[in-house]
């Protein structure tokens, strides 16, 4: 993960105080600072963070910065980033140019693809193999492939040229989605787990050790976290469309916690009054 990050312009505070409270050191800039950042004797940090709404007026800026510090990674942040899922974006060291792919199209996965897309990445496949799932994320703009009739690794290593994507992330917590996410990594690259595993998984560990790929963790969060993503939440910059739906208290069992696990629900919200 990021060790060190320059927020520039117009990004959101709350963003900023997400960062300092995982310990990572952050300095803010204004967009003028933007050049002397990309100077060939600027220090650099590990991540730029710039707000969208900036961007397009610094096209030329950012070339430059690109061009003279390629190892420093530029993240483009968008009106509905959910800064907790940015977090574990980062903590995969993915920016603008990165490729991704992502198992499991339940909330966490849809949670992960927009935040990921609000880092700038456009290359990113979400893996499901449960139509509803699919379609639903499919209809917010994803791409997607069905695992049950198409084999992801050779199609991620058609898409790469054999090199693999930058980073997979596994919200399914399966067997074959672990073996499929190590397959089509490229080397040196993470596998950052978020699933809950309810039982042990054969790991291909193979795969791990020759391409010196690595699984990293992420579960817990500070009340910061959660408070930053509230008050997004707030502000509706989520598009819940056809992922979010209300039952009634009375019908938890079957409309809820049967629908949830059979795959047919997503997030449900219960009303009480109901």
Wanted: aromatic share 4%; glycine share 8%; net charge negative.
């Amino acid at each position: 993960m990021a060790t060190s990050i320059t927020l520039i312009g117009a990004s959101d505070r709350q963003l900023e105080e997400l960062v300092r409270g995982q310990g990572i050191r952050i300095k803010t800039l204004a967009v003028s600072d933007l050049l002397a950042l990309a100077q060939p004797t600027a220090a650099q940090p590990d991540v730029v963070i710039l707000d969208i709404r900036d961007s397009n007026s610094l096209p030329p800026t950012l070339s430059t910065l690109k061009r003279q510090h390629p190892s420093t990674g530029v993240v483009i942040v968008a009106a509905r980033m959910d800064p907790v899922l940015m977090l574990e974006a980062m903590r995969a060291g993915v920016n603008d140019q990165s490729t991704a792919l992502i198992f499991g199209a339940g909330p966490i996965g849809i949670g992960l693809w927009f935040a990921l897309r609000g880092m700038g990445l456009t290359e990113i496949d979400v893996v499901e193999p449960n139509e509803t799932r699919r379609k639903t994320i499919g209809a917010l703009g994803a791409r997607t492939l069905d695992p049950t009739s198409q084999d992801v690794s050779a199609i991620i290593a058609d898409r790469t040229n054999g090199s693999g994507v930058d980073a997979a992330f596994d919200a399914a917590g399966v067997a074959p989605a672990v073996a499929a996410a190590l397959e089509s990594l490229g080397e040196q690259r993470p596998l950052i787990s978020v699933a809950i595993y309810d039982k042990p998984l054969p790991t291909p560990l193979f795969n791990l050790v020759v391409r010196e790929r690595r699984i990293e963790g992420t579960f817990c969060y500070t009340s910061a976290d959660y408070e930053a993503v509230i008050k997004l939440m707030e502000r509706g910059l989520y598009d819940t469309t056809g992922w979010v739906d209300t039952i009634p208290i009375g019908g938890v069992v079957e409309q809820g916690f049967e629908a949830l696990r059979a795959g047919r629900k997503m997030k449900l919200l219960v009303d009480p009054s109901v």
